[in-house]
Each structure stands twice: as structure tokens, then as C-alpha cells.
Nanobody, 125 residues
Framework: QVQLVESGGGLVQAGDSLRLSCAAS????????MGWFRQAPGKEREFVAV????????QYADSVKGRFTISRDNGKNTVYLQMNSLKPEDTAGYYC??????????????????WGRGTQVTVST
């Protein structure tokens, strides 16, 4: 079983950048597909980005495409989310998640097996 811990959130202004990190322990990190999700108050958890085991394939939500970049370092058991040109609508709790499969729906939170506790990102105008 893998444990996930997010970090790097904070309060920033619109247009700023942040890099989130998610450190994994207790499992073989390179065997997991890693995703980032976010959840704003009163809204459902939504897909942000996902990366495959080796980092060669990624997928993004349309709302973040071109602004966010997901990457991973299997030597450090860590997945990152670089967030540029942040907007107030990016304000949410950000969660990393892990699953074994790549093929079937990668954007549905229910298809992930392990979750971190989240880190808050707040973007002011």
C-alpha cells in the first residue's frame, strides 16, 4: 500500500506560479500511474492531470492545458504539478492519487486506489 503526501500549496496572486509535489512511500512508485485532482468548496472533485509509469504519456484537463505540467521523478518517488499563469478559478484543494492501470478512464476519481490528504491553493485577483 502506498502513502501519498502533497506539499507546495499556498496563497498567490493571479498570474503567479506554484509547483506542487507529491511524495510517495510504502510501495513501488514506478508501478503506479499518478494523477492530480482538485476540489473547490461545494464542487465535485475534478481531474487535472495524469502521468504514466515512466512519464512518457500525460493527459490534462482542458481548463489547465498549456498552463500546468505534470512530471515525475521515479528516483525520488515524487510526482510534480507545475502550475503557471494561475487564475482565481484554480483555487481549490489539490490531491494526488495513484492507480495501477493506464488504459481505462483516467479522469474519474473513483478509478484511483490511493489518495493524499491534499494541499490548498488559493489564487487572489
Amino acid at each position: 500500500q502506498v502513502q501519498l503526501v502533497e506539499s507546495g500549496g499556498g496563497l498567490v496572486q493571479a498570474g503567479d506560479s506554484l509547483r506542487l509535489s507529491c511524495a510517495a512511500s510504502g510501495g513501488t512508485f514506478s508501478s503506479y500511474v499518478m494523477g492530480w485532482f482538485r476540489q473547490a468548496p461545494g464542487k465535485e472533485r475534478e481531474f487535472v492531470a495524469v502521468i504514466n509509469w515512466g512519464g512518457g504519456s500525460t493527459q490534462y484537463a482542458d481548463s489547465v492545458k498549456g498552463r500546468f505540467t505534470i512530471s515525475r521523478d521515479n528516483g525520488k518517488n515524487t510526482v510534480y504539478l507545475q502550475m503557471n499563469s494561475l487564475k482565481p478559478e484554480d483555487t481549490a484543494g489539490y490531491y494526488c492519487a495513484a492507480r495501477s492501470q493506464w488504459v481505462y478512464s483516467r479522469t474519474y476519481p473513483g478509478n484511483y486506489d490511493y489518495w493524499g490528504r491534499g494541499t490548498q491553493v488559493t489564487v487572489s485577483t
